[in-house]
Every structure is written in structure tokens, then in C-alpha cells.
């Protein structure tokens, strides 16, 4: 059915959402400030550094971002994958479909982490957010990543795990599956997410290999 599957990387190769928490209260704490972890994940998750700046009296965006990247640099190395992940990305190679990733987060913290994984191979090409103009939920990554590929939008599926993704990869013309495990429930309002109308809606890579016919 696809020739060519485009994965996100928060939230969905990795379970990093708690990771991004921790990340977030280390730059807070450079300010000798804290917050409750539900304020962050209300107010910071998917928000423009110099808007949440503006809302809790912090100096400057590009500040922030320096902070939370710093903080990102010691939470990410205990990042892991969800169970499943590898098998599928394996398994979607061996049927000769090309695999890549579309990512907003930095390169230099995405390759430390696949590097270390032992994954980063795994991938025909990956386009973070140091590679576009324009994050999702523009299509920009995602149609760079085909462009990379040589492939077309009809034959290829998006995984991700929030509205970015499927906005991002319906606006790129792809298919679109919507990773909702339980463990982000935390983080995400799962009614509003699905209310995005993915073409596919997992809660386990198991399910999604089904679903693709690799299980």
C-alpha cells in the first residue's frame, strides 16, 4: 500500500514527552523559578519560546531555548524507544519501503540520540528543524523528506503523535497515522487529537505493523 513511511521523532520513536518536562524545569530552574509539571505541560508543550517568555516574566526567548536545549542534552540520555519501534522500521525496509524521519528538534540532539540507539542507519534521509524554513504544521519537512527520497505523497504514510503531524502530513498530501499510547494521556486532550482525522489511529507498534501488513 505505501512505498515510503516519514516518522516523527518526540513522542513517537522515542517517549520523550516526559523527557521535554524535565527539560523544561531545568531552564526554569537557571531563573531560580519552578512551576507545577501540569502548567508546563499546559502553557510550554508546542509553544513559541518568546510567547511563554512573555506570559511568565522570563528575559528572552532565544535564552529559554538555549536552557531547555541544555536541559534536553542530559534528559535525552536516557532516551529510549517505544517497544516495537525497531521492528517495524526493520521490517519496513526488508519490504523494500524507504523509511525516513521529519522532525522539528534540533539535528545535533536527534543524531545523538538515534547514534546511540544504534538506528541512525535505519534511516533514508532526515530532516530536522535545522533543515527548513517553516516547522510542521507546515508541510515544508515533510515534502523535503519526499524530495529527498524521490518519492510521492500518494504512496507514503506519516506517523506522528500529535496535531502538527497529521495537519503537517494531510497538508503534504500523505496518509496519516496518529500514535496514542496510554502513557501520553498526561500531556494530550486524545478526543482533540483524534478529531484531526487520521487515516490511522495506533496504539502500539504492534498494531501498526498489522495494520501495514508486516505483523
Not at 517495524?88 to 545523538?112: F, H, N, W, Y
Not at 532526515?126 to 519537512?141: L, N, R, S
Not at 503534504?172 to 497515522?177: I, N
Amino acid at each position: 500500500m505505501y512505498r515510503t513511511i516519514l516518522f516523527d521523532f518526540d513522542g513517537t520513536l522515542v517517549p520523550s514527552l516526559e523527557l521535554w518536562l524535565q527539560a523544561f524545569q531545568y531552564a526554569l530552574a537557571q531563573y531560580d523559578r519552578t512551576l507545577p509539571d501540569q502548567t508546563i505541560i499546559d502553557r510550554f508543550y508546542y509553544r513559541e519560546y518568546a510567547d511563554i517568555c512573555a506570559e511568565f516574566d522570563l528575559p528572552s526567548g532565544p535564552e529559554l531555548r538555549d536552557h531547555v536545549h541544555d536541559g534536553l542534552t542530559i534528559s535525552f540520555q536516557k532516551a529510549g524507544l517505544y517497544e516495537g519501534v525497531q521492528q517495524l522500521i526493520e521490517s519496513c525496509r526488508a519490504s523494500d519501503m524507504k523509511v525516513g524521519l521529519v522532525t522539528t528538534s534540533p539535528r545535533l540532539q536527534v543524531m545523538v540520540v538515534l547514534t546511540r540507539l544504534g538506528i541512525a542507519g535505519l534511516f533514508d534521509t532526515i530532516v530536522t528543524g535545522d533543515d527548513v524554513t517553516h516547522c510542521k504544521p507546515h508541510p515544508e519537512p515533510v515534502l523535503l523528506a519526499l524530495s529527498n527520497l524521490s518519492e510521492s505523497h500518494d504512496a507514503t504514510l506519516f506517523v506522528g503523535d500529535y496535531i502538527f503531524d497529521v495537519v503537517a502530513g494531510r497538508a503534504a498530501g500523505t496518509k496519516t497515522a496518529l500514535f496514542l499510547p496510554e502513557r501520553h494521556r498526561r500531556f494530550y486532550d486524545f478526543d482533540r487529537l483524534r478529531a484531526t482525522g487520521p487515516d490511522i489511529v495506533f496504539a502500539s507498534y504492534h498494531d501498526l505493523a498489522s495494520h501495514l501488513g508486516l505483523g
